[in-house]
């Protein structure tokens, strides 16, 4: 029997609208490849009424994908990469970080109002502490509401006017087509910093082999990983990891790689939103060893922060 690559997914039209980016960009690095992509439910998308912090985070969406991986049900498994807890067990590597689609969070509102010039007791909803914080960080009159579901969900509560807003990732619009197709007001990243590695792809595979067992698709991998990706995840991913950032921190981070340089700058909130704490660093890279560098770059701000008094603010979690 030929053999056909298991691409591991969650369900959801987004999550796979993103596989079959990935399958399709893979059939194209190996002509005659057979995949087939294997929709995986997770915790995270069965539990719809309560929010995600209370109910164990964003590792919801990831477990179930890793099982699969370990029994063998799944050669591979895609994922919007802000799901990965900072550090993967063991048993599990990131095979390859595709080149990364537009990071921003975007808002999408009746009136066409951004952040700041909506009125007094608009109603903005998002399920993302850090983008409540944000928000009203720039416009403390909103009255932020909690929200769950797909785009196409979120994006019907404008619609049928239950809200006046949503704040959405950018990436997500693209991916499922509706980017031209609703009045997208990107936010700036020096107002709203993204969410580590938002925007971002990761291709999971098992530690201890090559993916799918072949070194052909081993390569196609390799292939389709991304340095300026790579480079600009892996320090977001180290600086939570360095704080201890866990699915409840509003946190958010973002580093940018340029042909000379590498920044990042973060912000953290604390669970109640009234205390703040931001910082940035920059070096320049070496690109020789550009993924342990901005690990290293990441690791440096968070204990930056940390001496900062970044702790207090996570110990109210």
């Given at each position: 029997m ?13 999550a796979l609208a993103?596989?079959?980016l990935?399958?399709?960009r893979?059939s ?7 995949s087939?992509?294997?929709?995986i439910?997770?915790?995270?998308d069965?539990?719809k009424s ?7 985070g964003?590792?919801l969406f990831?477990?179930e994908?890793?099982q699969?991986?370990a029994?063998g049900?799944?050669?591979?498994a895609?994922h919007?990469?802000?799901d ?10 990131i095979?390859a970080?595709?080149?990364r ?19 007094r ?6 399920s ?7 928000a009203?960080r720039?416009n403390?009159?909103?009255e932020?509401?909690?929200?769950r ?10 619609e049928?006017?239950?809200l006046?807003?949503?704040?959405v990732?950018?990436a997500?619009?693209?991916r499922?087509?509706r ?10 990243e020096?107002d ?22 072949s070194?052909e698709i ?6 389709l990983?991304d ?6 995840t ?8 360095t704080?201890g950032?866990?699915?409840v921190?509003?946190?958010?981070v973002?580093?940018t790689?340029?042909e000379?340089?590498l ?6 909130f604390?669970l109640?939103?009234?205390r703040e704490?931001?910082?940035e660093l920059?070096?320049?890279h070496a690109?020789?060893?550009l ?13 930056q922060m940390?001496?900062r008094?970044a702790g207090e603010?996570l110990?109210?979690?």
């Amino acid at each position: 029997m030929p053999f056909v690559l298991k691409i591991g997914s969650r369900p959801s039209a987004l999550a796979l609208a993103q596989t079959e980016l990935i399958r399709a960009r893979l059939s194209e690095l190996l002509p005659g490849l057979r995949s087939e992509i294997v929709a995986i439910s997770t915790s995270g998308d069965r539990i719809k009424s309560a929010s995600l912090a209370q109910v164990g985070g964003k590792g919801l969406f990831v477990k179930e994908l890793e099982q699969a991986l370990a029994d063998g049900r799944a050669d591979i498994a895609v994922h919007s990469m802000k799901d990965l807890p900072a550090a993967l067990g063991p048993a599990y590597r990131i095979a390859a970080v595709p080149a990364r689609e537009d990071p921003r969070d975007a808002i999408i509102s009746r009136r066409g109002a951004g952040v700041r010039e909506m009125p007094r007791g608009a109603r903005l909803g998002t399920s993302s502490m850090r983008r409540r914080f944000m928000a009203l960080r720039l416009n403390p009159g909103l009255e932020v509401i909690a929200l769950r579901g797909n785009v196409d969900t979120r994006l019907s509560k404008v619609e049928n006017g239950e809200l006046d807003a949503i704040v959405v990732a950018v990436a997500g619009l693209k991916r499922l087509g509706r980017a031209d197709r609703v009045p997208m007001r990107p936010l700036d990243e020096r107002d709203f910093i993204p969410a580590a590695a938002q925007g971002a792809l990761a291709i999971e595979a098992l530690a201890d082999r090559k993916a799918g067992g072949s070194a052909e698709i081993e390569d196609a991998l390799c292939r389709l990983d991304d340095p300026r990706a790579r480079a600009e995840t892996a320090a977001e991913r180290a600086f939570l990891a360095t704080i201890g950032a866990s699915c409840v921190t509003p946190v958010g981070v973002k580093a940018t790689l340029d042909e000379h340089r590498l920044s990042i700058r973060a912000i953290l909130f604390s669970l109640d939103g009234r205390r703040e704490l931001s910082d940035e660093l920059s070096v320049a890279h070496a690109r020789g060893a550009l993924e342990s560098g901005a690990s290293a770059l990441g690791a440096k701000l968070g204990n930056q922060m940390l001496s900062r008094g970044a702790g207090e603010l996570l110990a109210d979690e």
